[in-house]
């Protein structure tokens, strides 16, 4: 295994709208290591998650996890074992709205404040190519809409509401939000 080489914001490929990932393919042993090197690489950045094109692959593929001992588990109290995601679709369920900090490892440095659906029912396949259904709600509701984005070139400062809660993460820590909550 190894770590991958993070693409940062300005790389193209986080513009890319990334290909789905024929079942062939997944069972490749190429993609299966690209899965368990996608893994470490997060794991390596203290990432919850990571996505195919942040390692320049693009394929409709990503990785997260949500470890209890998370600084960002207080805030929902759900947890998320390590789980790969590849072909994913999602809806929302009812129409609430939970707005959070977000970082990217290809933004780094960076922190702001994105809105996401508080609760999604999710469907994608496992890296044995098996259907998962799911329905997820906190933070790792959270983390799985920001790794999708990724996939259709969708990075979350695109989604932010407005630029005055960007902070960066050592001011974050020191300040808190700046929208006061
Ligand atoms: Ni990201």
Not at 61 to 74: A, I, K
């Amino acid at each position: 295994m190894s770590v991958l080489k993070v693409a940062r914001m300005g790389h193209p490929v986080l513009r890319t709208v990334a290909d789905p990932l024929p079942d062939e393919m997944l069972q490749s042993a190429e993609i299966q290591q690209l899965i368990d090197n996608m893994v470490e690489t997060m794991v390596e950045y203290d990432g919850v998650g990571l996505a195919a094109p942040q390692v320049h692959e693009s394929w409709r593929l990503f990785v997260m996890e949500v470890p209890s001992d998370s600084p960002r588990y207080g805030e929902t109290g759900a947890v998320q074992p390590l789980t790969v995601v590849v072909n994913p679709e999602y809806t929302p369920q009812g129409d609430q709205i939970v707005y959070s900090m977000e970082g990217c490892l290809s933004i780094p440095e960076i922190m702001g404040l994105v809105p996401r659906h508080e609760r999604i029912k999710v469907r994608y396949q496992g890296r044995d190519g098996k259907l998962v259904e799911a329905e997820l709600s906190g933070f790792p509701a959270i983390v799985f809409q920001h790794e999708y984005d990724h996939l259709d070139g969708i990075l979350y400062l695109d989604r932010m509401e407005s630029f005055e809660t960007l902070a960066y993460r050592r001011e974050y820590e020191r300040y808190g939000r700046l929208d006061g909550e």
